[in-house]
């Protein structure tokens, strides 16, 4: 079959992918945009609760984990919070700061997608659904992949097929296979801003209460909610946690974070108080009675000698959950772990070993924070390298 030529062919019609393909075609690059699916933007629609978190007012290289915690600092920079959201006013799409700086729709997510979709039509992308991509190979410096009955030749070849979280959205492992295909090393995958599974003993009882609360792991410490599920721990905090968290490591979780329970129980010694209604003013009675026990908490608090103090304060401010699965690829928002950026060009995305090939977004080793620091990424990564191509 004759291959259709394009000066630039993007696998992956998603953040990253049609990112870089608007930046590409708007330098008058003639490009391809392959997408698995027959929808563009699929993550983009579920995201946010369907209202997509679509950047953050304050991103830096330290809201990512990497092997190489200073690769994300040149893309970042030169594609900012501030530029995506002029790109947003521009298009009139009307959005609502939430806390810790984050940016979401006010009506439907599916107002980005079709931002997008309007950007790359205007740059003249050319965008081919339901492409499943038989092989890619290179001959005399130009990638030729095929697809059922096409086959597309280029230059210049930008893999943003995404990581391995949503498989139900069309996720696969197919822009590592290209990655190994053409030499490169790829860092661990596992999923990550995930629910985690309580080793042991569980707490369906709680499920469904939710807690503010402090969790520190791996150096690291957040203060949001948690949730309590029927086999472990979900909720934000919690999801933000899973990045840093391994088998390995325990979890510290402070259920009451604003209390200093020791200096409570002091100033309330002589309280004919039962414990349980003391400490139910700062966190929910069903959490008391799950963790110090109804026979703590039904005593009176001038019946709690220091070794019971002591007790109460280890479970509710210093308990060290241990964790022994994450709820998997289906609950998990990003991938942990990709394309070792050993490997790649920090400005312009491109392969150190292939030149011409170039990957983005989440199916490389930087993953962000919960609250719309991924899709800063996949703006800035796709920017980057369609600025490039």
């Not at 899973?242 to 002589?270: G, H, R, T």
């Not at 966190?283 to 039904?298: M, Q």
């Not at 928002?333 to 977004?361: A, C, N, P, W």
Request: aromatic share 8%.
């Amino acid at each position: 079959m004759q291959a259709r030529r394009f000066d630039a062919v993007v696998v992956g019609g998603g953040a990253a992918g049609l990112f870089c393909a608007i930046e590409a075609g708007k330098r008058g690059r003639r490009v391809a945009v392959l997408e698995r699916s027959g929808q563009l933007g699929r993550k983009i629609l579920i995201s946010g609760g369907g209202r997509c978190n679509f950047t953050n007012l304050d991103v830096g290289s330290e809201n990512f984990i990497s092997q190489n915690p200073h690769f994300a600092k040149s893309a970042l920079a030169r594609f900012t919070p501030a530029d995506f959201i002029s790109l947003v006013k521009r298009h009139r799409i009307p959005f609502v700061e939430k806390k810790h700086g984050q940016l979401f729709c006010r009506e439907s997510s599916r107002a980005i997608v079709e931002m997008l979709a309007a950007e790359a039509k205007a740059a003249k992308v050319e965008v081919f659904a339901n492409s499943r991509i038989g092989s890619v190979e290179q001959h005399d410096g130009h990638f030729v992949l095929s697809t059922d009955g096409v086959a597309f030749e280029t230059e210049n070849l930008v893999i943003a097929s995404g990581g391995l979280s949503f498989p139900k959205v069309g996720a696969t492992g197919f822009g590592y296979d290209v990655a190994r295909q053409f030499g490169h090393a790829i860092v661990t995958t596992r999923p990550s801003l995930v629910a985690l599974r309580l080793k042991g003993k569980a707490f369906p009882e709680l499920a469904g209460v939710s807690v503010d609360a402090e969790v520190r792991c791996g150096g690291r410490s957040f203060r949001e909610n948690i949730l309590f599920t029927h086999r472990g721990l979900s909720g934000p905090a919690i999801l933000q946690i899973s990045n840093y968290w391994s088998p390995e490591k325990p979890v510290s979780i402070d259920l009451m974070p604003d209390v200093d329970l020791c200096a409570l129980f002091e100033q309330n010694s002589e309280s004919p108080r039962q414990a349980a209604s003391l400490l139910s003013e700062h966190v929910s009675k069903r959490v008391i009675d799950a963790f110090p026990g109804a026979r703590t908490a039904k005593k009176r608090v001038a019946e709690l000698d220091a070794q019971a103090r002591l007790a109460v304060d280890a479970k509710l401010k210093h308990w060290n959950a241990l964790f022994d699965a994450t709820e998997g690829w289906d609950r998990a928002e990003v991938t942990l772990g990709g394309v070792s950026t050993d490997e790649l060009d920090s400005r312009t995305m491109q392969s150190k070993l292939v030149s011409g090939l170039y990957f983005i977004g989440e199916v490389v080793d930087v993953t962000g924070w919960l609250g719309g620091y991924n899709f800063q990424w996949a703006w800035a990564s796709g920017a980057a390298a369609g600025r490039a191509i």
